[in-house]
């Protein structure tokens, strides 16, 4: 390893999501282990450039890694899409001597992030902090085995409900154009159908579907719908279509909506967290940048942030066959 980092800044950027906070620490931890000073950035991009910047040690992060949400808090901002924002930022981080960034947070946060070194310089790094898992190179993004637990729990009591009432459910979770969290948390609760944007299923086959469940004998009916779906914008206009098909269900619409973004992390994340944060600056000691922390199996790798950006994760296809089968 070369040494010559002494100074970084660490910031969460866009949606928040569980495992933020343990990610932070243990960036912050790291630095400290390699007698590196690390700054904590709030507000995200925006606090780069209002110069919103503390010095952080490892007493600063203590008792977070159960944590949800985010202490360097999260920011939208129109400002940095500006070549005039972006030179603000990098004034403010030249007056504390910082030239390397960890940036935790999802697609935009990444590109902007890298937009951000190939214009002035600056060593980034990237962790995905994203409930979504749309981000190509790592098998999971922080926050996204803490979101799928959330959404199961909340379907397993949204059932006892519609068993009891012999009721169609539609639960919407979050995923816009990314349907992990729907196939995942359709198979894990047992949903009888699962909508997702990679599987435009089609009106006709769902109206099948339902029909050999009535035929079946089923009373209730659960449908996870990923926000992303293609079948509809509109997943109330779509129940009400549904109802008229089948005047004896009951229909109801459930959105979980921000309720999966927040909560205590799973371990699965925290763990995940810690190694990605301390894997970030590793990457920032042996001068790597423009990089992405991922995993793939069980081991932390890096991946260009370009290639992280393109296109997404695809859908396991063999879930998709998994979740054909035992929903019948």
Known sequence: MTSKLNKIGVLTSGGDSPGMNAAVRAVVRSAEFHNIHCYGIYKGFEGLISDEIKKLNARSVKN?????????????????????????????????GINS???????????????????????????????DNDLAGTRSTLGYDTALNTAVDAIDKIRDTAISHNRLFFIEVMGKGSGHIALNAGIGAGAEEV?????????????KSLKHSEQSGKSSSIIVVSE???IGDNVFEFSSYIEK????????????GHIQRGGSPSCFDRVLASRMGVFAVDCLLENKSK???GIIGDQIITVPIDDALKGGQEIDKDLVRVCDIISI
Not at 195 to 207: A, H, S, T, V, W
Not at 245 to 256: A, D, G, K, M, Q
């Open 101 to 131: 960034l960890v940036v935790i947070g999802g697609n935009g946060s990444l590109l902007g992030g890298k937009i951000f070194e190939e214009e002035h310089g600056v060593k980034v790094v990237g962790i995905p902090g994203t409930i």
């Open 195 to 207: 909508l997702i944007p990679e599987k435009n299923m089609g009106i006709d086959r769902l109206l």
């Open 64 to 96: 977070i890694v159960n944590k949800g949400g985010t202490i360097l808090k999260s920011a939208r901002c129109l400002e940095f899409r500006t070549k005039e924002g972006r030179l603000k930022a990098k004034n403010n981080l030249d007056k504390y």
């Open 228 to 230: 992303g779906d293609k």
């Open 245 to 256: 098909n089948f005047p004896h269900y009951e229909t109801r619409v459930s959105i979980l």
């Open 291 to 293: 990089v992405m922390v």
